[in-house]
């Protein structure tokens, strides 16, 4: 390992959850729904961690994790419009008293893409007042938990919500689209189920957009005003593109980047105090070398959350990895993979980018949305019929990086 310690003091070292995706027992949402119709895959009692987060935060300890990020479920808090439910609000207050109780900082996500069955029938994020909705959750979420958070996510991943629910249609609300009869590919190279997607869709597509962008407005201004105190980031997937030495291919890179992730960064760059970085995978335009592949097909480029971390430091705002990682069931090429990321990490913070934390993804193996439980992205293996957990090679390397980077 490189004996030049380049990690700030402080900085965070973890991984990460979201509610839906290991919580189990949550029937009231968008996703739930779909799973009973037969559109995704079930999620039922998932890594039941609502009952066993105890467990796993002391696994986390012990592979010396100094921060942890999870996501609390919208659907819990306000079951039905305009109210909240002081149980479900009294648990993830529990859960982050446990983080405390182990030394291990919480980032808390306030939307981790599931919405309660009332929004999602009532017109989901395509509703004039969305952005209202989601201010008055926020808030709420914020004015019970900033006494023991002081940092909170606002939305997960816009983009990818947008593009897989109104573009590929693989995802609530289900809203496909095909141009000059092709269906848009997803993002894992398969072909979406033929759908004809109308103009309709399109317009959602775009409007959309635009209400996420102007939910983590509102959201932002109201957590401000009831506490100023607390650090409010935005998570963005960065998938970075980059062109061959053909000038077309450059500049082919250049303008996909600004649509993945420029236009939106772009929308709320005044109103965020922090950045949270998903980095999984790039695109190459041109070239002609041959990537390994994970389980889920995206080509095995760790090193360039380098590039990740560089574009995003024209934002000039402190950045959070929130979430990188690999599909990997055998465990064969996790451990390599995290010391490439974390090598990439290190370069970037030599070269100045303000960069606070790192957190894989994910903690515990999970449901991984519209592919079920059938991809292995957790530092710990779950067996889903007795809930057993144990703890992957790979995470005691990451122990060591984290150990070796700490002193």
């Not at 965070?12 to 119709?37: F, P, R």
């Not at 008055?136 to 983009?159: K, M, W």
């Not at 993002?187 to 209400?211: L, M, P």
């Not at 790192?358 to 067996?383: A, Q, R, T």
Request: with cysteine; proline share 3%.
């Amino acid at each position: 390992m490189d004996s030049k310690n380049v990690f700030p003091k402080g900085f965070l070292w973890g991984a990460a959850t979201a509610s839906y995706q290991v919580e189990g027992g949550i029937y009231n949402c968008d996703w739930a729904q779909a799973a009973a119709e037969g559109k995704v895959p079930v999620c039922g009692d998932a890594c039941d961690h609502y009952n066993r987060y105890q467990e796993d935060f002391d696994i986390a300890k012990s592979l010396g994790h100094n921060a942890h990020r999870f996501s609390v479920e919208w659907a819990r808090i306000e079951p039905r419009e305009g109210e909240f439910d002081t149980e479900a609000i009294e648990h993830y207050r529990t859960v982050l008293r446990a983080l405390h109780e182990r030394g291990i900082e919480p980032i808390v996500t306030l939307w981790h893409w599931t919405l309660p069955i009332w929004l999602y029938e009532g017109g989901g994020v395509e509703r004039k007042d969305f952005s209202k909705l989601f201010a008055r959750y926020a808030s709420h979420v914020v004015a019970e938990l900033s006494d023991l958070c002081t940092q909170f996510s606002t939305i997960n991943e816009p983009g990818v919500f947008v593009t897989h629910g109104y573009l590929y249609g693989c995802r609530p609300p289900f809203k496909g689209v095909r141009i000059l009869g092709i269906d848009i590919e997803k993002d894992y190279g398969e072909k979406t189920s033929a759908r004809i997607g109308r103009f309709s869709h399109i317009v959602s597509f775009f409007r959309v957009q635009r209400n996420l962008i102007k939910a983590h407005n509102s959201a932002y201004d109201a957590i401000k005003e009831i506490a100023p105190f607390v650090q409010v980031s935005v998570v963005k997937h960065v998938r970075f593109f980059v062109g061959n030495w053909n000038p077309f291919n450059k500049l082919l890179a250049v303008v996909a980047q600004y649509f993945q992730s420029g236009h939106f960064l772009r929308g709320v760059v005044n109103k965020l105090d922090v950045i949270g970085l998903n980095y999984y995978k790039s695109t190459h335009f041109g070239g002609t070398e041959v990537f390994d592949m994970t389980d889920i097909g995206w080509k095995v480029t760790p090193w360039e959350i380098y590039d990740a971390l560089k574009y995003l430091e024209r934002y000039k705002k402190p950045i959070l990895i929130t979430e990188a990682g690999i599909a990997d069931a055998r465990d064969k090429d996790r451990a390599e993979y995290i010391r490439k990321q974390v090598a990439g990490v290190a370069r970037a913070l030599e070269e100045g980018v303000d960069v606070r934390g790192h957190f894989y993804w994910s903690l515990l193996d999970n449901y991984e949305w519209d592919d079920g439980f059938e991809m292995k992205f957790g530092l710990v293996e779950i067996n889903y019929e007795t809930q057993e957990r144990t703890i992957r090679p790979s995470a005691y390397v990451y122990k060591d990086l984290i150990v070796h980077y700490s002193k």
